[in-house]
């Protein structure tokens, strides 16, 4: 079967920089994808890794390395409207399978 | 006009009806697929179909069937519902060949009393 593993929730300040880890068990493994969920929305694409490194798209990084099986998501300079849900996706075949979410809380 | 729209957008029903959710899309996109989410538990897929003639069961298809009318729409029914359906649920497009990249209705949320 799939695993993936995930924070709950994770609480930061504006400004800060806030990293969500996903650790993963597939078989198949083809990439990580990451999504942004807000209360009452559709989840949305923010960044995909399918080899080893560094992703940079604006405020957001995500990370991978296939032999540890893991990644991350950085949000840097975090803004209130970064308060959501973030979700990892391991890309199998055919199909992505979701981790369970980490809730980001950003105070002022 | 959204790219990706499901309707309902609200339904509530009892146990043992059946019903239909609905799903079109804009994009072009060839695969479609339908999650469900529930709170803590993240989105899990349900069906997807890559073409019209293609129809693959998801991770928790038990209780579900799907139609792939035309490329753009693609519908979801529950033959006769139970409360553990309770759920919202959402329908996605990708296109090329890639699935990581995936575009999201709004959602449907449903209630089975």
Redesign the interface.
Known sequence: GQSLEQP?EVTAVEGAIVQINCTYQTSGF??L?WYQQHDG?????LS?N?LDGLEETGRFSSFLSRSDSYGYLLLQELQMKDSASY?C?V?LF????????TRLLVSP | DADVTQTPRNRITKTGKRIMLECSQTKGHDRM?W?RQDP??????IY?S?DVKDI?K??ISDGYSVSRQAQAKFSLSLESAIPNQTALY?C?TSGGT??????????TRLTVT
């Open positions: 709950s083809y990439g994808s929305g559709a989840p949305t694409f995909y399918g979700f996706a890309r055919q199909k992505l399978v979701f981790g369970t979410g | 697929y999650y803590g538990l993240g989105l899990r897929l997807y890559f693959n998801g991770e959402f996605a890639g699935t990581q990249e995936q575009y999201f209705g709004p959602g």
